[in-house]
C-alpha cells in the first residue's frame, strides 16, 4: 500500500509540474501579445494611430507642404504665422467632433491665438457611411461666402447629433437653413447657394486631394507635412507643433 501510495504521489508531482509548465508558458505569451499591442499601432478614430510620442507619415500617406494646402481654404489664426496645420475633415464623424471638441480649443489657445500657428480646414466627407457629411460641407462653404466659415463649423459639431436624424437630404437641409438664419447669415443669399450646390466642386476637390494623398480615415491633421491621423489627445499636437516650431 504504501508503494502505490508513493507511485500515486509521484504521478500527482509529474501531473502538477506539467500544468505549472503550460500555465507559465500560457502567462510568457500574453506577457509578449500584451507588450506588442502596446507598442504598435491601435485604432483610434476611423483610422489607424500611429505612436502618438512620435508623429509619422503613416503608409500610403504623402508629406505635403504647407503651400499644397493653403489657396482659399478657411483659415484660423495669422496667415503668415510660421507654422501651418491642415486639418481633413468630415462633419458627421464623431471622431472629428472629438477633436473639435477637446483638442482644437487648446491648440487655439497656445498656438493660433499666439500667432505661432495658421489652421486650415479641408473637406473629406466618407459619404458611404456619413450621407450628411457632403450636404453639411457645402453649408460651412455657403457660410464661407458670407466670412462666417468657422460660426457655421462650430455650430454644425455642435449639432452633429441632429445631421441625418430624419433620414432625408431634405431634412438636413432645413436644419443647416435654420442654423444659417441662428447665426445671423443672410438667408436668402445661403439658401440659394446651398440648393444650387454652388460649392460641389470645392467639396469634391478637397476629397479627390485627400485621396491623393492616401488618407482613408478622418480627422487626419498635417503639422507641417507630418500627420496625426484619428482623435489624438492635446499632448501629441503639443510635442509635435513645439518640436516643429524649433526648427
Not at 505549472?20 to 491601435?42: Q, R
Not at 500610403?60 to 504647407?66: F, I, K, L, T
Amino acid at each position: 500500500m504504501e508503494e502505490r501510495n508513493e507511485d500515486t504521489f509521484k504521478l500527482k508531482k509529474s501531473t502538477l509540474w506539467k500544468v505549472g509548465t503550460v500555465v507559465f508558458g500560457l502567462l510568457f505569451l500574453v506577457t509578449i501579445f500584451h507588450d506588442v499591442t502596446e507598442s504598435g499601432t491601435s485604432v483610434n478614430g476611423n483610422a489607424i494611430r500611429v505612436d502618438p510620442t512620435e508623429p509619422t507619415i503613416p503608409t500610403g500617406v504623402v508629406a505635403v507642404r504647407a503651400d499644397d494646402f493653403v489657396d482659399d481654404d478657411p483659415v484660423l489664426g495669422n496667415k503668415n504665422a510660421p507654422l501651418t496645420i491642415v486639418e481633413f475633415s468630415d462633419f458627421q464623424c464623431p471622431f472629428c467632433r472629438r477633436f473639435w471638441k477637446e483638442t482644437l480649443p487648446q491648440i487655439e489657445k497656445d498656438y493660433i491665438d499666439t500667432g505661432k500657428v495658421q489652421f486650415a480646414y479641408r473637406h473629406f466627407p466618407l459619404t458611404a457611411i456619413h450621407p450628411a457629411a457632403v450636404p453639411a460641407a457645402q453649408a460651412s462653404e455657403c457660410a464661407n461666402e458670407q466670412g462666417r466659415f468657422w460660426q457655421m463649423h462650430d455650430k454644425i459639431f455642435d449639432e452633429q447629433e441632429k445631421l441625418s436624424a430624419g433620414g432625408t437630404a431634405q431634412f438636413e437641409a432645413s436644419d443647416l437653413k435654420k442654423w444659417a438664419s441662428d447665426l445671423g447669415l443672410n438667408t436668402t443669399q445661403f439658401n440659394q447657394c446651398l440648393d444650387s450646390g454652388k460649392f460641389t466642386k470645392n467639396v469634391t476637390d478637397d476629397e479627390q486631394e485627400a485621396q491623393k494623398l492616401g488618407i482613408n480615415g478622418t480627422p487626419t491633421i498635417f503639422v507641417n507635412g507630418l500627420s496625426l491621423v484619428g482623435a489624438q489627445p492635446y499632448d501629441s499636437f503639443k510635442s509635435l507643433i513645439d518640436k516643429e516650431l524649433s526648427k
